[in-house]
């Protein structure tokens, strides 16, 4: 019979435009929180970490905004460029814990 | 350093045929993880060692899939017997603390056929 499997979310963007991409998390007690990036064929890669006692942090063309009260994690990517068309994935961490836990993901396509 | 390094990076075996995906983590990371990602569930965590030992194994779906972390330089992760329905790509990454984030290999894309 027919699979059903995962249908990633796509955003594409001109190049050049601001990206951003979304994400809810699950649980409340969840205190740290990662952005990672895949390219196709590769491992993920940590683009940006946010702690649960921030609401914004900045990197090199990328924020991470944390809104805790409706459990809402967002990668603002700026002036997005080619390169940065991958998959791009939320990771959440509950403090007791060394597990991260990965969401769906969301696939971003840059065109000229 | 050369990072998380997984072998093979791909495998294709029969139905029936005993798999065994390796990992060598980062030197001096003392946590090591073993995922799968599927377009079914996405990236699953399968299992997690510190300092060598299996701290939750919650994630392996089954008794065909085992785990080791004999040393702190290696691990391994075997399926048998393997099954269709385990094509998958296999990640392995190792980290220091969860600050910061763990660091993946490339990881093993396996096809069972």
């Known amino acids: 019979g027919e699979s059903v499997g995962l249908h990633l979310p796509t955003l594409s963007v001109q190049e050049g435009d601001n990206s951003i991409i979304n994400c809810a998390y699950s649980?409340?007690?969840?205190?740290?929180f990662i952005w990672y990036k895949q390219e196709s064929g590769k491992g993920p890669q940590f683009i940006i970490d946010i702690r649960s006692n921030m609401d914004k942090r900045q990197g090199q063309r990328v924020t991470v905004l944390l809104n805790k009260t409706v459990k809402h994690l967002s990668l603002q990517i700026a002036a997005t460029q080619p390169g940065d068309s991958a998959v791009y994935f939320c990771a959440e961490n509950r403090g007791n814990t060394d597990k991260l836990i990965f969401g769906t993901g969301t696939r971003l396509q840059v065109f000229p | 350093d050369a990072g998380v390094i997984q072998s093979p990076r791909h495998e294709v075996t029969e139905m029936g045929q005993e798999v065994t995906l390796r990992c060598k983590p980062i030197s001096g990371h003392n946590s090591l993880f073993w995922y799968r990602q599927t377009m079914m569930r996405g990236l699953e965590l399968l299992i997690y060692?510190?300092?060598?030992?299996?701290?939750?194994d919650s994630g392996m779906p089954e008794d065909r899939f085992s785990a080791k972390m004999p040393n702190a330089s290696f691990s391994t992760l075997k399926i048998q017997p393997s099954e269709p329905r385990d094509s998958a790509v296999y990640f392995c990454a190792s980290s220091l603390t969860v600050l910061g984030g763990y660091t993946f290999g490339s990881g093993t894309r396996l096809t069972v056929v």
């Open positions: 060692f510190n300092n060598n030992v299996p701290i939750d």
């Open positions: 649980n409340s007690a969840s205190d740290y």
